[in-house]
């Protein structure tokens, strides 16, 4: 009789704890399970020489963006971590558009030699139903 109602109690409490589970999942983003958010974002970088660097990024949202902004920054490394490289000139460019599911870039910059530098993309998708989403990623040095 114990093993058979702690065996009770044991699926009970499980079977409660997957509800809550779902339930939870279900309330994100208004009440719809999320689907929209930046799905990838890929980078292609390269030091061309030591004063030319060129980027490419590839941004994708799992769903068509009604509206986004895609924006990529050159940050340079310092003694203080990395920071916005503003003696570069255009050391931030920004993507809008709308109706789309990606975004490609391609940028260059005439960086100074010897610094290391890497890209920041920061990628803001909206929709009509009101939802926002935002996501940050970032290259591997160069």
Same mark, same amino acid.
């Given at each position: 009789? %114990? %093993? %058979? /109602?702690?065996?009770l109690l044991l699926v009970l409490v499980l079977t409660m704890g997957l =509800? !809550? =589970?779902?339930?939870? !999942? #279900?309330?994100i983003g208004n009440g719809d399970a999320s +689907?929209? !958010?930046t799905a990838v974002t890929s980078f292609a970088t390269k030091r061309i020489s030591d004063t030319k660097a060129s980027a490419s990024v590839l941004v994708q949202f799992t769903r068509t963006a009604d509206e986004y902004v895609v924006a990529i920054v050159l940050q340079k490394k310092t003694s203080s971590g990395w920071v916005t490289a /503003? #003696? &570069?000139s255009g050391s931030a460019h920004y993507y809008r558009g709308s109706n789309k #599911?990606? &975004?490609t870039t391609y940028d260059t910059w005439t960086v %100074?030699?010897?610094v290391l530098y890497r890209i920041k993309c920061v990628s803001t998708d909206k929709y009509d139903s009101g939802l926002e989403y935002s996501y +940050?990623?970032?290259s591997d040095p160069f």
């Open positions: 009789m %114990k %093993k %058979k /109602t702690l065996c =509800t !809550a =589970t779902f339930s939870f !999942a #279900d309330s +689907t929209y !958010a /503003t #003696d &570069v #599911d990606s &975004v %100074k030699k010897g +940050t990623n970032y």
